[in-house]
């Protein structure tokens, strides 16, 4: 799946219908009860039309009062069967519905939570949200509604069939004689519902990506003045959405007065014939009254499946979006047999040739990168914007796998390694950084092997008590959405915190003081001075400033390493970093720093 909408699959895939009916098999036992119900059901539609016939071709001819209060017991006893069926097999398949619903959501969420990076960068986080809710809530409707109701329709008519042939075959064709013609309405107009009901879909997912992209930055859209114009864009994709229902109201105003224009005729045909077969006594009033009956009951569940035929092109159309995201592949995975990491681990990490691109034919963004981080050392990578900095750190927690060479940690391709195993080595601190709604010991204790006590002392040592102290509840402060009733500085020293409280054998630090004031950024270069005691420590500096003491700086160009070196070195070379030295401080900061 892309940001280019998924062509449109057959009107009816039996390849997806089979998916679907799948879903229920955790769920067997209260299916076959349901489908128990439903032949029951089915078995009660009979009992009506032949007490009726008895009634008038017997118990009334004759006068026979006791006869006629029977039948009445009778069919009266059927009526209620009938109800304490529909009312039992209506819960259960609403239960089942649920389930089914329930499961689907965690499949596709956990497959949400396994999937690449690189799938989030290309499909809009609206579009998946689409995915989670109203396509799963059509399926839902679907098996709550329509799956198993649809076998008890059949069965119904199989049933009626039958018994309409046992009683007059020649009543039977007359009231089949519309059939052909039901047959090629339903053939017609089942294409043009199945794309009116994608069509529905695409712009409901168009809507979801745009409401969640504005919302996620009205900042920016109140600072330019883009209500208006954002208003206008939301309007149009809105009349989009209401074009794609008028049309399928629009088919189905049609669909529907034919089924019934189709049912009616029938009726009148057998009503006819029948009349005229009454008039010459081949046949018995009460005969035809109970043909009459069971025709409408044979029309009734016809007019269901029609309905029924509505939730199944939603939940087709639906349904090939989520068994699509669940069959998306996961390419990066841990490996089948992990290699376990030495103990104790060291941390060394080395980029052996490494070469990375974005895609198949897109231009390399690292080619041939090479180095080694050792414990206790810090390596800081530069370079103008693009230069590749971020995508090595990228690399190195596996969100994007190298095309050529390879990356070890203690000698290990982390290849080799298990996700959890890599990862739980990382403290990671992002430019972008993340914060979750909860409270802030939630947000520091996001690794179940960290507990709050080791959460608050990495809080000390960035200095992030500062600000928690001074608030009504502490650290049992509830954070708004990503945490934005917090300054940006505030957030940066929890993020810096969450990192360190896992006491992480490698420290990543991307931009790690960007956003924070003076005194905060020198508290947290003293504990970052403290805390990469022992440690491998990889910092991506935008600013200069932040790594004139880093043991190794890497300069990149164009996806290069240029240089390498101290910062001294580097400035008595005079090359690219010289120049972006000169750049951010002015023309005297390299003899200051001589």
Known sequence: MSAVEEPLGKSYDARLFRRLLAQLRPHAFLAGLALLLLLAVAAL?????????LALDRAIPSGNYHLLTILALVYLGALVLEFAAEYAQTLLTTLIGQRVMIDLRLRVFARLQQLDIAYFDRNPVGRLMTRVTSDIETLNELFSSGLVTVFGDIFVLIAISGMMLALDWRLALVAFAVMPFMWLTVTLFRKSVREAFRDIRVRLARLNSFLQEHVSGIRVVQLFGRQDASYSEFEDLNRDHLSAHLRSITIYAIFFPVVEFLSSLS???????????????????????????????????????????????????????????????????????????PQPVRGEVAFEDVWFRYSEDGPWVLKGVSFNASPGH?????????????????????????QRGRITVDGIDIRQLSLSDLRGLIGYVQQDLFLFTGDITHNLVLDADVGPDAARAAARDVGADRFIDRLPKGYSHVLGERGRSLSVGERQLLSFAR????????????????????????????????????????????????????????????????????????????????????LQLGPDASRQSA
């Not at 269901?304 to 509505?310: C, I, P, R």
């Not at 693009?386 to 190195?396: E, M, P, S």
């Open 267 to 341: 009726l009148a045909l057998l009503l006819w014939y029948g009349g005229l077969r009454a008039l010459d006594a081949t046949i018995t009033v009460g005969l035809l009254t109970a043909f009459i009956q069971l025709t409408r009951r044979f029309f009734q569940p016809l007019q269901d499946v029609s309905e029924k035929f509505n939730l199944l092109q939603g939940a087709m159309a639906s349904s090939e979006r989520v068994f699509e995201l669940l069959d998306e592949p996961v390419h990066i995975v841990s490996a089948p047999s992990p290699v376990p990491l």
């Open 499 to 582: 990192a360190l409280a896992r006491n992480p054998v490698i420290l990543v630090l991307d931009e790690a003081t960007s956003s924070v004031d003076t005194e905060a950024e020198y508290q947290i270069q003293a504990a970052i001075a403290r805390l990469m005691a022992g440690r491998t420590s990889l910092v991506v500096a935008h600013r200069l400033s932040t790594v004139l003491n880093a043991d190794e700086i890497l300069v990149l160009h164009r996806g290069e390493v240029r240089e390498r070196g101290t910062h001294r070195a580097l400035l008595a070379a005079g090359g690219l970093y010289h120049r972006l030295y000169l």
């Open 45 to 53: 539609a009979l009992v009506p039309p032949r007490l009726t016939q």
């Open 378 to 402: 810090t390596v800081a990578l530069v370079g103008h914007t693009g230069a590749g900095k971020t995508t090595i750190i990228n690399l190195l927690l596996r969100f994007h796998e190298p």
